[in-house]
């Protein structure tokens, strides 16, 4: 997954500005207890990233 993509797929889900307050300010405990933005910033695949958030905001399996 493409960072790209990402946002694109966060602001879909959550709408543009609570996509940006999520991925800067939301801490992840499936991401060693960084926001995705750390985590991203930090090496962890994209992907990985992504589906943390679904999980935590129970994004629908299709939409994933």
Request: glycine share 6%.
């Amino acid at each position: 997954m493409r960072l790209q993509d990402f946002w694109s797929r966060l602001s879909e889900q959550l709408g543009s500005v609570r996509a940006e307050s999520v991925a800067r300010d939301h801490v992840f405990s499936a991401l060693g207890g960084r926001t995705a933005v750390q985590a991203i910033e930090a090496g962890l695949p994209v992907r990985r990233v992504w589906l943390a958030i679904c999980e935590e905001y129970d994004v629908p399996p299709k939409d994933r």
